[in-house]
């Protein structure tokens, strides 16, 4: 692969155009539930939530956003994505106190693998249609999936998960952003290589933590 492939593969994404909203909304319910579990660890309050739910929900997006010049941010563009975090803290803040001692922690590990899951396939869309190169579309999908969690973790005095948790995380998006180029090249129509891509990244990384894979 060259870097002149770029433009062909974003001639092949006009179905994603249409599927992107979905699949944004999906890694924005992921990656909010994820923020929510890791704010009431720390015992915050209602604005605390939300805040950590936002950042981990829209950093990730808002950076790839800065970067491809997109103008408005993903957030603003679908606004809706906010009152739909602000009615989800409201709820879930009392819910979570309840949750801690019923929902068992693979839960909330599925949830952040999904948020970073789809994530990373829509900023490699959004890259792809920008017509960068194919290298580039992959690292801005990693950096859509892995930056919300890196904001989450430095806002509540963490190191951040994909720098210390030593199994594959930015490595399981890459993989999966990299086979749906793939993909999109051999001629796979595009929603079936979206979505199995997506799938693909939230398996390695689920397995990965199940069987306690490391990269040390």
Same mark, same amino acid.
Request: proline share 6%; glycine share 6%.
């Given at each position: 692969?060259?870097?002149?492939?770029?433009?062909?593969?974003?001639?092949?994404?006009?179905?994603?155009?249409?599927?992107?909203?979905?699949?944004?909304?999906?890694?924005?319910?992921?990656?909010?539930?994820?923020? !929510?579990?890791?704010?009431?660890?720390?015992?915050?309050?209602?604005?605390?939530?939300?805040?950590?739910?936002?950042?981990?929900? !829209?950093?990730?997006?808002?950076?790839?956003?800065?970067?491809?010049?997109?103008?408005?941010?993903?957030?603003?563009?679908?606004?809706?994505?906010?009152?739909?975090?602000?009615?989800?803290?409201?709820?879930?803040?009392?819910?979570?106190?309840?949750?801690?001692?019923?929902?068992?922690?693979?839960?909330?590990?599925?949830?952040?693998?999904?948020?970073?899951?789809?994530?990373?396939?829509?900023?490699?869309?959004?890259?792809?249609?920008?017509?960068?190169?194919?290298?580039?579309?992959?690292?801005?999908?990693?950096?859509?999936?892995? !930056?919300?969690?890196?904001?989450?973790?430095?806002?509540?005095?963490?190191?951040?998960?994909?720098?210390?948790?030593?199994?594959?995380?930015?490595?399981?998006?890459?993989?999966?952003?990299?086979?749906?180029?793939?993909?999109?090249?051999?001629?796979?129509?595009?929603?079936?290589?979206?979505?199995?891509?997506?799938?693909?990244?939230?398996?390695?990384?689920?397995?990965?933590?199940?069987?306690?894979?490391?990269?040390?």
């Amino acid at each position: 692969m060259d870097a002149t492939l770029a433009p062909p593969l974003a001639a092949l994404l006009d179905p994603a155009a249409r599927l992107t909203p979905a699949i944004e909304l999906v890694a924005v319910l992921a990656a909010a539930f994820s923020g !929510f579990a890791e704010a009431r660890k720390k015992q915050m309050d209602v604005v605390g939530v939300f805040v950590v739910a936002f950042v981990t929900a !829209f950093g990730g997006g808002t950076l790839r956003d800065l970067l491809l010049d997109r103008r408005p941010f993903f957030w603003v563009e679908h606004y809706e994505y906010v009152l739909v975090l602000l009615v989800l803290t409201l709820a879930a803040t009392p819910a979570m106190r309840i949750a801690r001692r019923w929902v068992p922690h693979w839960s909330y590990v599925t949830a952040d693998a999904i948020g970073l899951a789809f994530f990373s396939i829509v900023g490699l869309v959004l890259a792809l249609q920008a017509e960068m190169p194919w290298i580039i579309a992959a690292l801005l999908g990693v950096v859509t999936g892995v !930056f919300g969690g890196v904001l989450r973790d430095v806002i509540l005095n963490e190191v951040p998960m994909v720098l210390r948790d030593g199994k594959p995380y930015a490595l399981a998006s890459f993989i999966g952003c990299c086979g749906c180029l793939l993909m999109l090249k051999a001629g796979v129509p595009t929603p079936i290589a979206l979505w199995s891509s997506a799938l693909a990244i939230v398996v390695i990384r689920m397995v990965a933590w199940r069987r306690d894979w490391t990269l040390k």
